[in-house]
């Protein structure tokens, strides 16, 4: 008996200490849901819901100072990386409290920087990267059924470069959520689109696109940019063209139509892009980049939000070829990955994968070495 009574003592002493430091924290009043939010200066309208059902609910930022405003109050707290967190609570309609929490978190772009250090002197193996010639009859199909010639026009190899990007991005349109057709060619792919009346992912506004490039004669990869996080609900996929003319890779990107520059006008590859993020020398997104001709992109939004946290890692196939995943049984897709050297996956440098439901067989090597991942075709 005084075990019991010793036990629930404690229980009581243990959740009054809790009530006492729930009563010690700051309090809002709310009579709506709905909860605007300036961090660092940047007023989101509706950016929060109050969850009173929520244990805890927690704000993530990587700013310095951040208010949260009600309909009838507010809270500032100036963040310091060292304390980590700050507690409050949001009194909803005088009764229902919504325990809140700003937690600091390193902006994505402060982890790409911490993340610029390669190994150029990485020697392992990885197999040369080949593009299909443009006489291949699959291509040869592409550029007469698609009339590429017409939409590409007469001009340099850059103008028929970005005649082609504009083209895809007016033709399909993004729609992340969609699920991927079986067939993952340029013709396949416009034409599914058009008799469903939907969209495609980036990957797929990739995988055409590179196909129309290669079809005109233009090396190109499809290049996956990934975060740090091995296991990631988002990531981008965009082009890696290489413009004779220049002697370069440049960046292109059919979902967005965009492409970057310096601020001297020069066109940008994939490299200078990630490293002039990480050193915070300026870029220049081109003025009508776009979202399905429906929202500008913004160099902060576009470069130093998004592509800053997919900048992080890159892969591209080792074959730039028609039909490249459209998965059948039997068949070998090789991608070679570029990682830096606080990656959290260094290892295996091969690994080799066999998917029973498709029976295609994965390839996958890794490098720290720019140099051979940016090799000129």
């Not at 911490?114 to 392992?124: I, Q």
């Not at 689109?193 to 590179?210: D, F, P, S, T, Y």
């Not at 892969?315 to 990955?337: A, D, L, R």
Request: charged residues 25%; positive net charge.
């Amino acid at each position: 008996m005084m075990k019991h009574n010793l036990l629930l003592l404690i229980l009581v002493l243990v959740v009054s200490q809790s009530l006492l430091a729930q009563k010690n924290l700051p309090v809002i009043k709310a009579s709506s849901l709905q909860v605007d939010i300036k961090d660092d200066g940047e007023l989101r309208k509706n950016a929060w819901r109050i969850v009173p059902e929520e244990k805890l609910d927690v704000y993530t930022t990587s700013g310095k100072k951040v208010t949260f405003y009600t309909d009838i109050d507010s809270i500032t707290f100036k963040v310091d990386p060292k304390v980590g967190a700050y507690d409050f609570v949001i009194l909803l309609n005088g009764k229902d409290s919504a325990k809140t929490q700003i937690k600091y978190q390193p902006s994505r772009l402060n982890i790409l920087k911490a993340a610029g250090k390669y190994n150029y002197a990485d020697k392992r193996f990885i197999p040369a990267f080949s593009y299909q010639s443009a006489t291949h009859p699959a291509l040869v199909k592409i550029r007469t059924d698609l009339k590429l010639d017409s939409i590409a026009g007469k001009g340099d190899e850059l103008s028929k470069v970005f005649n082609l990007m504009h083209w895809i991005h007016n033709l399909v349109r993004h729609d992340g959520n969609s699920n991927n057709p079986t067939l993952k060619n340029a013709i396949d792919l416009i034409n599914t689109c058009r008799v469903e009346n939907r969209g495609v992912n980036c990957r797929m506004l990739g995988i055409i696109l590179n196909e129309c490039y290669l079809s005109m004669g233009i090396a190109s990869r499809y290049i996956t940019c990934m975060p740090k996080e091995a296991k990631f609900d988002d990531c981008h996929v965009i082009n890696m063209v290489f413009i004779k003319d220049l002697n370069k890779w440049i960046w292109i990107d059919p979902t967005f139509d965009a492409y970057v520059m310096d601020e001297k006008g020069n066109l940008l590859g994939v490299q200078e892009v990630r490293e002039r993020l990480i050193s915070g020398k300026p870029l220049v997104l081109n003025a009508d980049a776009n979202w399905n001709r429906e929202n500008l992109q913004t160099k902060q939004g576009y470069l130093e939000n998004y592509m800053a946290k997919n900048l992080y890692r890159l892969e591209t196939p080792q074959v730039s070829e028609y039909n490249s995943e459209t998965w059948t049984m039997g068949k070998e897709i090789t991608y070679i990955e570029l990682l830096p050297l606080d990656g959290l996956e260094q290892t295996p440098q091969k690994k080799e994968t066999t998917y029973s439901n498709s029976g295609v067989k994965f390839v996958q090597y890794k490098t720290n070495n720019p140099d051979l991942f940016w090799t000129k075709p």
